[in-house]
């Protein structure tokens, strides 16, 4: 007897036609997977490196161009000093062992966020991998280090009032689209698609203005655990979204 053939896993319908512009995600987790084993939350973070590098691969694979992730936030400072400091130690580590193999994949790193308050090697180190990365084009991914929505939004406001100032801008030349190329994403596509983990329902100040739209997925696994899979299923389920941007729903007329 022949039995029926079983129907793909979700993350195996995804149409490569029809990728979301920019994914964006908020990877969380990391503690809580370090202390249901009884590690120290900077082993977690540790392998939340991991997680990103599987990443930004499974990313490149499925054909995406633009990935964002929320690695430091603004308020992540309220943590304890020597957690901070792991935080800072891996995105040097990400940078020192990772910008030459980036750069021959043809891929463009920004680094989202302020850059006050970062130490000297750190904003080296950023300043490095955006110089060296700027001709690439394969492939967009974007840090979120040190950033906050609100923050990014008052600094874009304060550099359009000192252009209004400088008589660079007109106030009223102030539009939705002028505003954006303030902002830390400058000239890159909105998310689409913002990804969390961990099974926080929350943006905790991520993307604010560019996630207006976006479909959020949020999923249960904790990011150290992420992977190719996780991001195809996410992809597939914001395939099966409808969007409608205020509109209506295709076919009512
Ligand atoms: C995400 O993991 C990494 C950062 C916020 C820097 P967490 O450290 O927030 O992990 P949980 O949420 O405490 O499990
Ligand atoms: C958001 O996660 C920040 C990053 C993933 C870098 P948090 O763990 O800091 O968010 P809250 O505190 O749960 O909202
Ligand atoms: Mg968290």
Redesign the pocket.
Known sequence: MISAPTPPAEGDQIDTTDLPAHVAI??????????ARGLP?EV??ER?VEALRKTVRAAQDLGLSHLTV????TE?WR?PVK?VNA?FGLLRLYVKQDLKRLISEGVRIRVLGTRVGLPTDILALVEEAEVKTAANDTFNLCIAFNYGGREEIVRAAQTIAADVAAGKLEAGAISEDCFSTYLDTGNLPDPDLLIRT?G?LRLSNFLIWQAAYAELVFQDV??PDFGAKHLREAVAQFQNRERRFGGLATGVA
């Open positions: 908020i990877m969380d987790g990391n503690g809580r997977w370090a202390k939350r977690g973070h939340g929320f690695s430091f936030s992540n943590r957690e935080l961990s926080e904790l990011w």
